[in-house]
């Protein structure tokens, strides 16, 4: 199954240490989508932010490799809300505001759940 992370999601490892992509591969994911303007959010938090942000930051830059990467001239959560609805695919987020938008269209949220694993919600 297709889920789509979104720059939080991505910066999991980094923060939390948590293993996204086992995590996701346990809950019967296994093809990770990344809009474009995501990763550009993640490149302007590398560039501008300090601290644990920044590194998680970098670390999620470096697990983008995993992922197929997705155009969209959209904003990132617009693309990703986009994505979702055209796919009809699953997204990872911890934005409280972005889970409220996909539940509300009828679209699978996965989250962190305790710092420890993700859960779908």
Excluded: W
Excluded at 72 to 84: G, H, L, P, R
Aim: hydrophobic fraction near 45%.
């Amino acid at each position: 199954m297709k889920v789509i992370l979104d720059s939080n999601a991505l910066m999991i490892p980094g923060q939390f240490g948590v293993d996204v992509f086992s995590e996701l591969e346990r809950l019967g994911y296994n093809q990770f989508l990344i809009p474009r303007p995501v990763i550009k959010e993640l490149e302007t938090l590398q560039a501008h932010a300090k601290g644990k942000d920044k590194t998680a930051a970098s670390v999620a830059l470096l697990l983008i490799p995993r992922c197929q990467i997705v155009e969209s001239k959209k904003e990132a959560d617009d693309a990703i809300m986009q994505m979702a609805k055209d796919m009809n695919v699953a997204v990872l987020t911890n934005d409280v505001a972005l889970k409220r938008q996909l539940k509300k269209n009828g679209i699978t949220t996965i989250y962190l759940r305790q710092k420890k694993r993700l859960s779908v919600g």
